[in-house]
Nanobody, 127 residues
Framework: QVQLVESGGGLVQSGGSLRLSCAAS????????MAWFRQAPGKEREFVAS????????YYADSVKGRFAISRDNAKNTVYLQMNSLKPEDTAVYYC????????????????????WGQGTQVTVSS
């Protein structure tokens, strides 16, 4: 099973940007659909974005569409989440997840669709 390690979180002011990275080991990244989820205090973990194993298709939650961009570099075994125009409501622990390359994909995916998870990285957006 692939192991995932997130990095790049931190404290940023509202309107700022951050780039999260998710490094994979113990497997070939191109074998997996990849996604980012987030969990704010007192709330359930929610879908943020996902990307096809080839990188040819991406999907976003409505709350981040137009502000966040997911990408992947299979040669480097790394997935990224570029976050722009950050808002205080984006404050959460962000998790990287790997699932079957056959899907499902799309904003309707849930935690059950991904079998491997990272430990999470904290993103805090101050107002």
């Amino acid at each position: 099973q692939v192991q995932l390690v997130e990095s790049g979180g931190g404290l940023v002011q509202s309107g700022g940007s951050l780039r999260l990275s998710c490094a994979a080991s113990g497997g070939t990244l191109s074998s997996y659909a990849m996604a980012w989820f987030r969990q704010a205090p007192g709330k359930e973990r929610e879908f943020v974005a996902s990307i096809h194993w080839s990188g040819s298709r991406t999907y976003y939650a409505d709350s981040v569409k137009g502000r966040f961009a997911i990408s992947r570099d299979n040669a480097k075994n790394t997935v990224y989440l570029q976050m722009n125009s950050l808002k205080p409501e984006d404050t959460a622990v962000y998790y990287c997840a790997a699932g079957s390359r056959f899907g499902p994909y799309g904003p309707g995916v849930g935690q059950r669709d991904f079998g491997s998870w990272g430990q999470g990285t904290q993103v805090t957006v101050s107002s």
